[in-house]
């Protein structure tokens, strides 16, 4: 599976104004779901509402997914937890996808702290992919791998920086699971030219036990 941040729908120039969650699930043959985080009126009257999120990419059928808001201030911009329930190879997973706050530590402890007690409901394995906007020394990120299974801290090597792509020096791109997920390889993915100002991280995991080997690639 795949997350994704900064997805547009008909959103601004920078994409065409593209439905890229439409345009992915059509080229790439997979299950998407598009968790709207901002929607805006449309640039010209009749065209679509212009919206701004998040994307989960399956390669399983997505059985239900919601996408809940998470705290702002007044000035903060929406952020939410994506959420998509999938069954991979008959070993049912919960996968989250969130971007939190750029600006304001406060307001982005605030979100991670909120995803805890969101998640602390999902009884089965679980994977959290995001843009968290903090280094691992941060409060924000201390408080998820306080309470998370850090991928990278699992099977990473080296820093782990994702950002900026042309010349990374910080982590703050991460893949969290829950305790009953094995986490077999972490990787950062690099790109000529880059894909985007973030590189993205990719996590082989096992959930199901060994017998029932279920490998899921969740790329950030």
Do not use: C
């Not at 997914?65 to 991979?88: C, F, K, M």
């Not at 402890?109 to 409901?121: F, M, P, S, V």
């Not at 280094?135 to 820093?159: E, F, I, N, Y």
């Amino acid at each position: 599976m795949v997350g994704l941040q900064e997805v547009d729908r008909h959103w601004s120039r920078r994409s065409g104004f593209a439905d890229q969650p439409s345009w992915l699930a059509g080229e790439l043959g997979k299950h998407v779901v598009y968790g709207v985080n901002v929607e805006a009126e449309p640039s010209r009257p009749g065209e679509p509402r212009r919206q701004y999120g998040t994307a989960i990419v399956a390669r399983d059928p997505i059985v239900e997914w919601d996408n809940t808001p998470l705290p702002r201030s007044g000035r903060g911009e929406q952020r939410r937890l994506l959420r998509a329930r999938i069954v991979v190879d008959g070993v049912p997973l919960t996968v989250y996808n969130t971007h939190l706050q750029f600006g304001g530590r406060g307001e982005r402890l605030a979100q991670a702290k909120e995803i805890l007690r969101l998640l602390a409901g999902t009884e089965e394995p679980f994977v959290l992919m995001g843009d968290v906007n903090a280094t691992p020394r941060r409060a924000a990120a201390r408080v998820l791998t306080g309470m998370l299974s850090d991928a990278w801290a699992q099977a990473g090597r080296g820093r782990g920086h994702t950002f900026p792509s042309g010349r990374p020096r910080r982590r703050i791109d991460y893949v969290f699971t829950s305790a009953s997920v094995v986490v077999r390889r972490a990787a950062v993915v690099t790109s000529e030219p880059a894909a985007s100002d973030h590189l993205p991280v990719v996590a082989e995991i096992v959930v199901g036990g060994e017998e029932s080997e279920s490998a899921g690639r969740s790329e950030l």
